[in-house]
């Protein structure tokens, strides 16, 4: 027959090796996930004329839908937004459609894409030092940014903003790309 020590003893393991295993279970769980990369399609901008250098510069704000539950369910029928652990941007692109010798990215001396969600602007993408040449296309890097909580109300807030080197004599329209990933949790 046991006695009371034994069976404390035998209890305490039982109950250790059940809080171990749930406790790998949950570690198992998380390190699974589904990446699912998307973009935007191509959304154009306008940047206005600008009359001076050493000026803030920007497009005014952009409204982008997406539907994120309809997006996760064309790759996965088994998931939605709920599942979602991060978004992150991977890339991002803005191409000038109308660049000229004068009126192009040499303009800007530097310029950022930023978005928002409820009232809160965040600078996705930055380049700080733009070269004084001809560019009609400015590759961004991306800032390490979980944008999880910016994709409210399936839509998604841009501006383009910057600092004028130069004027420019005619209104750009631009082209901005971004490519995103989403972190799902089975």
């Known amino acids: ?50 009359p001076a250098a050493d000026l803030a ?10 539907n994120l539950d309809e997006l996760i369910q064309d790759v996965n029928s088994s998931l939605s937004s709920e599942n979602i652990r991060s978004i992150v941007a991977k890339s991002c692109r803005v191409t000038l459609k109308n660049a000229t010798q004068e009126n192009n990215f040499s303009a800007l ?22 070269e004084d040449k001809y560019q009609d296309m400015l590759e961004f890097p ?19 903003s910057g600092e004028s080197r130069k004027p420019t004599t005619a209104e750009l329209k631009a082209g901005v790309l971004v490519k995103f990933e989403i972190a799902m949790t089975p």
């Not at 998380?30 to 901008?45: C, G, L, M, W």
């Not at 510069?57 to 997406?66: A, F, H, P, Q």
């Open 142 to 160: 991306i800032k390490d940014i979980d944008l999880k909580n910016y994709f409210g109300n399936n839509s998604i807030i841009y501006r383009i």
């Open 109 to 130: 001396k530097s310029a950022s894409v930023e978005i928002q969600s409820g009232g809160n602007w965040i600078t996705l993408a930055e380049i700080n030092n733009i």
């Open 57 to 66: 510069v920007s497009t005014g704000n952009i409204d982008y839908e997406v």
């Open 1 to 50: 027959m046991k006695t009371a020590k034994q069976l404390f003893f035998y209890a305490f393991i039982f109950t250790a090796i059940l809080a171990s295993f749930n406790f790998s279970c949950n570690k198992v769980k998380d390190a699974i996930k589904v990446n699912i990369p998307f973009q935007t399609a191509e959304i154009e901008v306008d940047i206005p004329v600008i």
